[in-house]
């Protein structure tokens, strides 16, 4: 498998659940990024780790937990969410920081 | 701070037809320039870059070319195609720094 792979595409959780997004890249890369993309809103940056480092985050609510086991995963743990949290939640890599993107296809959260 | 403002969508045009998608952008110093594209139900993926003042970035029939005088990064295709309907979002990087989006334009084409 290449590329950046993320699980699950699709996700639908009451507000008291606990769940996990996970992404995967095989592409050899140092940094990965999670990313939240809603309607009508820019590309929100979350988070970034450089060498399974955080060295980013964007003012994120701490119901979103995110985890850097090593350079070629990352996890989203989400827990106690908000109706307004459902976005279409995006994992992207690079070789470096600020070198080109390479994109999941997404995980689609609806919050209830 | 950095930002990148691009033009609102959603655009329409039909098939053949010329597009021109505007983005401009504010930043400190001398970023890099992208262009991505979001097919449906996909995630972003790279068209274009360009890393310096008067380099034109191209692929698939794509120009876009950085202008420092009026911090612009403008998108163009002479001849668009159905295939083309997606959103596309420009960006800049300065440095080893995150890179930072606009807001993305919907772009329709009709048959």
């Known amino acids: 498998e290449t590329g950046v792979t993320q699980t699950p595409r699709h996700l639908v959780m009451g507000m008291t659940n606990k769940k996990s997004l996970k992404c995967e890249q095989h592409l050899g890369h140092n940094a990965m990024y999670w990313y939240k993309q809603s309607a009508k809103k820019p590309l929100e940056l979350m988070f970034v780790y450089n060498f399974k480092e955080q060295t980013e985050n964007n003012s994120v609510p701490s119901r979103f937990s995110p985890e850097c086991p090593n350079s070629s995963h990352l996890f989203l743990h989400l827990h106690t969410l908000q109706p307004e949290d459902s976005a279409l939640y995006l994992c992207a890599s690079s070789r470096n920081p600020g070198g080109e993107l390479f994109f999941g296809e997404g995980s689609r959260l609806t919050v209830l | 701070g950095d930002s990148v403002t691009q033009m609102e969508g959603p655009v329409t045009l039909s098939e053949e037809a010329f597009l021109t998608i505007n983005c401009t952008y504010t930043?400190?110093?001398?970023?890099?320039l992208f262009w991505y594209v979001q097919y449906p139900g996909e995630g972003l993926q790279l068209l274009l870059k360009a890393t310096k003042a008067d380099d034109k970035g191209s692929n698939k029939g794509f120009e876009a070319t950085y202008r420092k005088e009026t911090t612009s990064f403008h998108l163009e295709k002479g001849s668009v195609q159905v295939s083309d309907s997606a959103v596309y979002f420009c960006?800049?990087?300065?440095?080893?720094?995150?890179?930072?989006f606009g807001k993305g334009t919907r772009l329709h084409i009709l048959p």
């Open positions: 930043a400190t110093g001398y970023p890099s």
């Open positions: 960006a800049l990087s300065e440095r080893d720094d995150k890179i930072i």
